[in-house]
C-alpha cells in the first residue's frame, strides 16, 4: 500500500510560483512512477507531469512544458512540482500519484495510477 499526502498549494497571482510537495509512506516509493494530475471545477482531471521510479526520465503536459519542473528524493520519500510563471487557467486541486505497478516509467496515463493523494488546491488570481 502506497499513502500520499500532497502539501503547498495556496493563492498566488499571476506570474508567481509555488512548489507542491507529495510525500509518501510505504516502502515502495522508490520502485514506482508517480505523476501529477489537476483537476479544475467542471472540468476532468487532466495529466501535468510525471517521473520514472529511478528520476530519469520526466513528462510533462504541454499547457506547462518550460514553466513546471517535476522531481523526487528517494532518500526522503518525496515528490515535488516547482511551478512557475504561474497562470490563472492553472488554478485547480493538484493530485499526486502513484503507479500500480512496480519498476514504472513515467506515464500521463490516468489508467496506469492506482494511488491518489487528497489533493491540494492552488489558486492563480489575475
Known amino acids: 500500500q502506497v499513502q500520499l499526502v500532497e502539501s503547498g498549494g495556496g493563492l498566488v497571482q499571476a506570474g508567481g510560483s509555488l512548489r507542491l510537495s507529495c510525500a509518501a509512506s510505504?516502502?515502495?516509493?522508490?520502485?514506482?512512477?508517480m505523476g501529477w494530475f489537476r483537476q479544475a471545477p467542471g472540468k476532468e482531471r487532466e495529466f501535468v507531469a510525471a517521473?520514472?521510479?529511478?528520476?530519469?526520465?520526466?513528462l510533462n503536459a504541454d499547457s506547462v512544458k518550460g514553466r513546471f519542473t517535476i522531481s523526487r528524493d528517494n532518500a526522503k520519500n518525496t515528490m515535488y512540482l516547482q511551478m512557475n510563471s504561474l497562470k490563472p487557467e492553472d488554478t485547480a486541486v493538484y493530485y499526486c500519484?502513484?503507479?500500480?505497478?512496480?519498476?514504472?516509467?513515467?506515464?500521463?496515463?490516468?489508467?496506469?495510477?492506482?494511488?491518489w493523494g487528497q489533493g491540494t488546491q492552488v489558486t492563480v488570481s489575475s
Open positions: 500519484a502513484a503507479r500500480s505497478s512496480l519498476y514504472t516509467s513515467a506515464s500521463s496515463s490516468l489508467n496506469d495510477y492506482s494511488y
Open positions: 517521473i520514472s521510479h529511478g528520476g530519469s526520465n520526466t
Open positions: 510505504g516502502r515502495t516509493f522508490s520502485m514506482r512512477g
